[in-house]
């Protein structure tokens, strides 16, 4: 399927031009390409267990709070809000928007954290665990929908976006197994499209904003203390100037709502002077240029003191840092109890015994529920009291 192109602007990833798929696939009558990544992407089982694993609070901490479904559907919103902004493609931001969370762990990094430390103690010379490298190995290998091949089969430049983060070590390896694929731009130091870059803001844009959110409605964050930064203060000013008489909830959101809009006007105002700058370079040239989509100097160090902020008095809380610890030591007895003992792994079957990799895709695709309810099968006593 093909698009008229003034839907776009011109350094917009264009499905029609797309570096294809793994498996070679006939095109869709009603559906672009990305379209096409989206959908398989919502209808995968990894998107569904997002809804049961932890952003910031474990899910049986409250109904209220964030899980890593919600957080990957608000990035999914702010970033089409910026691709409309710029003329970019809203279908791909969407899709690396949904998918890009598929391979966390359950407990969010304190359970990535210990899978990595596991991995490196099986095999110190191996490549460990990344969240953004397990969330492509998800819809490249792990996703189980399609008779003729594994994974979801995804165009390059999802994949591509998907893969945020990755170490050298392991772009290297992913380049001996797909040469000049997703990997090849962590080794030339390039970058990705311009969609991806903006997913990647939006990211931030997203869970600094929502993290504040459940950070106050958790009691571990103060009002006051949050109206001492630069962007939540002004913001906080302006909204009692206009409604003097509001409080509560809806204080927190209008103040949180009037953040999140400034940041994407911004981003959109940066980018595009960014691009005009750059008019004269093609799109595929956008890879040998520095970030284009970021926000403007001012707003830049605003958005840092937050998220300086959000790791010492959040993340960072003895009641976060405690659970998490907590977190951490679930997900190594699990993996130690199934190393020892392949019995103990949910479905295990025959001799085979199942590789240390195999064994923490299956750690990492439990959900928190999944994972608490293992924990206490094996070793009879609940993990959080």
Request: aromatic residues 6%.
């Amino acid at each position: 399927m093909t698009e008229k192109p003034d839907h776009f602007s011109a350094w917009a990833s264009n499905p029609a031009t797309s570096r294809g798929r793994r498996r070679p696939e006939s095109d869709d009558a009603l559906r672009n390409a990305f379209q096409r990544d989206r959908d398989r992407i919502v209808h995968s089982t990894a998107f569904r267990r997002l809804v049961y694993k932890t952003q910031v609070f474990l899910n049986h901490e409250g109904d209220l709070f964030r899980t890593r479904l919600t957080h990957s559907l608000e990035v999914a919103q702010v970033a089409r809000s910026i691709a409309r902004g710029l003329g970019l493609h809203e279908d791909l931001v969407e899709a690396i928007s949904l998918a890009h969370d598929l391979g966390h762990t359950p407990f969010g990094h304190a359970g990535q954290d210990a899978l990595n430390q596991a991995l490196k103690r099986v095999d110190p010379q191996g490549q460990g665990f990344e969240h953004n490298l397990q969330s492509l190995r998800v819809v490249d290998h792990l996703e189980e929908q399609y008779p003729g091949f594994d994974g979801l089969n995804l165009s390059f430049e999802t994949r591509e976006g998907i893969l945020k983060h990755c170490s050298r070590a392991n772009a290297l390896r992913l380049e001996q197994i797909e040469p000049d694929g997703v990997g090849r731009r962590f080794i030339d130091g390039t970058r990705p499209s311009l969609e991806a870059q903006l997913c990647n803001l939006a990211d931030q844009i997203a869970y600094n904003s929502h993290d504040i959110d459940d950070g106050l409605r958790s009691g571990l964050l103060e009002l006051g203390e949050l109206c001492e930064l630069r962007l939540f203060g002004r913001f906080h000013r302006e909204a009692r100037d206009d409604f003097p008489d509001l409080g509560g909830r809806r204080l927190v959101f209008e103040v949180t709502r009037r953040m999140l809009s400034t940041q994407i006007h911004d981003v959109i105002a940066t980018t595009a002077e960014a691009l005009a700058a750059h008019s004269s370079a093609l799109p595929k040239q956008a890879r040998s240029l520095p970030v284009l989509v970021a926000f403007g100097s001012s707003l830049a160090i605003e958005v840092a003191e937050v998220k300086r902020f959000l790791s010492q008095r959040l993340y960072r809380h003895p009641q976060v840092m405690q659970t998490t610890d907590q977190a951490r030591e679930v997900v190594a007895t699990l993996f130690s109890a199934y190393m020892e003992d392949p019995s103990c792994l949910s479905g295990s079957a025959g001799s085979d015994r199942p590789s240390a990799r195999a064994i923490a895709d299956y750690l990492a695709g439990m959900t928190d529920r999944l994972a608490l309810r293992e924990y206490q099968r094996l070793t009879g006593r609940p993990a959080f009291e």
